[in-house]
């Protein structure tokens, strides 16, 4: 009998034990003893598992014989992990069989989910608010006065402006997220890509007193991918060059192939954006891509930023399996390189 149960748990990828009508533990498979510890046959259950609920789960399964679900928190010395206990008795093996489900991953997209949520009622209530607060001074103190309601008209125009643009990102990044395993496959003129979104932008640069220049190979670069999105990403790098870094005066966009690329192993494409503004203070390089993550939230929001932008871009430099490099120097500018394999399948 005791063998048949060490073959049934040997065969369960997850871990597995099994106690008897005497409160031992009487078989375990490996992948228990990694988690709870060796030598545990023959051991009293409650002095292995010395979780009060766990405990307090299994000897209710005992005395009754209902199955139960209960949790198990472990911690390998650098993260917790959370187990789902499933207790159920087998009758003619006439055991309490405790089966551990790894369930982090899911608890972290629930903390994920919520925080997204969190997020985004928080980004859209701010300009609501304000919008709110408007009307009310509109309905008013205002109500006569043509000046003060131009002005505040203004204000709202730009408010819900935001809104609008933070749903439009939201969508985009929820699309983008969408396709992101699904392989492009038309082939895209890089070089056309770079001197719409230049020609698409001046405007922009004019009013920010920025010079805007491209720097393009003679002959035309082609890639595999999507152009509209590749629109976007150098949109994105482009209209932040020119809105955070505007006190440089100048933005560079350059396109250059490589013959072989160290991270990608293989021919790629460069296109990169350089501006000679405040830069970016190192601690915040490594967050820029998160969502609603900016360097310097007040300035930036004011400048209508939703803090998205650089999220969409990393999904879709990922969906075109690429890298996205970011160097910067405090006061001397930022470079933003994109780096795309010049065959996205041999990668
Ligand atoms: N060239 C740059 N110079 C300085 N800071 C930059 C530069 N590019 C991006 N940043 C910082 O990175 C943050 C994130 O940029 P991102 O494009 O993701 O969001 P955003 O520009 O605030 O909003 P959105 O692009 O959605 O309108 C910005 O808020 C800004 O603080
Ligand atoms: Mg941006």
Redesign the pocket.
Known sequence: MAEAIDEVLAALPMPVLAIDGSERIVAANKEATALVGQGLAGRHYVTILRQPQLIETIAAVLQDSQPRVSQYLSNDGIEDTTYRVTARVLPNLRVVMLAFQDVSHLEQAGQMRRDFVANVSHELRTPLTALMGFIETLRGPAREDAAARDRFLDIMQGEAGRMN?LVG?LLSLSRVEGDQRVRPRKSVNLSDVVSSVARTLAPLAKDTSVVLDCDLPDHPVSLIGDADQLMQVVT??V???I???ASGGRVIIKLTEVARDLSLRAPGVYISVT?F????APV?LPR??ERF?????HR?RA?????????I?KHIINRHRGRLRIE?ELGQ??T?TVVLPLDLNTV
Do not use: C
């Open positions: 643009r990102d994105n790098l209209e932040n060059a809105k955070y870094g501006d503004g405040p830069g970016i915040h820029l891509t993550y900016r360097a310097d939230s930036n400048l209508g930023g939703t803090g998205l932008g650089l999220a871009v910067s500018g930022a933003f």
